[in-house]
């Protein structure tokens, strides 16, 4: 049987103890996982392997893929209703953390994370892969406002034709058409002002491939 190809997430974390917003890189396997993880200067890594994985989720009585399901829903995306953390954890190594409520119970998972043996190389990747996603959902959007336009415009002569009158002023002419222009012709310095603050699962547009209870540390 093919093994199911990973999924990836790219989150930009606001954490409340920072000014500067991290960015949260997810690799996600059928039983493990692996994070790349920057704040635009320094960079960490973290490989849950899949013994880590199977441990984290016995303590939590879930199946594994339960749990790296969850992981991915909390890294995937902000919850507003988590409270997420990024805390020093000695000898450059950081603690990425994120709370969820689980039957009325307060949850906190953790995982240490630790220094990248290159951070330029780790941020360019998280920051390239972002790049890719946010070209990918700009064309999206501008594709599928074109299209509502078109539609409206549709909708709108059908009703007039249907009354028996169509004004001069209605006609649909190829002048009328507005030009698709990718990016919705932003220049690319305003367009790298918009990163999105998530994105998840998009197609790489240059491959085109796409009471508290706390856990035990690494």
């Known amino acids: 049987m093919e093994t ?22 997810g690799t996600w396997f059928e039983s493990r996982f692996d994070l790349s993880i ?5 960079a960490w890594i973290c490989h849950a392997s899949e013994e880590q994985v199977r441990d984290r989720a016995a303590q939590w009585d879930q199946p594994v893929s339960e749990y790296v399901a969850l992981a991915e829903r ?15 954890a000695g000898d450059g190594h950081k603690r990425l953390s994120w709370t969820f409520e689980k039957e009325g119970t307060k949850l906190e998972w953790r995982w240490k994370c630790q220094p990248s043996p ?3 190389q780790t941020t360019a990747a998280v920051l390239d892969f972002l790049m890719d996603a946010n ?9 599928n406002s074109k299209k509502a336009k078109l539609r409206e415009l549709r909708d709108k002569i059908s009703k007039q034709e249907i009354a028996g009158k169509l004004p001069e002023e209605e006609e649909v002419s190829s002048d009328q ?9 932003k220049s690319e310095d305003e367009s790298l002002k918009d990163l999105p603050a998530t994105s998840k699962d998009v197609p790489r547009t ?13």
């Open 4 to 25: 199911p190809s990973p999924k990836h997430t790219c989150l930009k974390l606001q954490l409340k103890e920072a000014q500067q917003p991290i960015y949260v890189k």
């Open 118 to 120: 290159n951070s330029k």
């Open 135 to 143: 070209v990918g959902l700009s064309f999206l959007g501008v594709l």
């Open 74 to 88: 909390y890294l995937g995306f902000q919850h507003p209703d988590s409270a997420y953390g990024f805390a020093d």
């Open 38 to 42: 920057t704040d635009g200067l320094n």
């Open 177 to 185: 058409t507005e030009p698709f222009v990718s990016g919705d012709e």
């Open 206 to 218: 240059r491959s085109r491939g796409r009471g508290r209870k706390k856990a035990a540390d690494n």
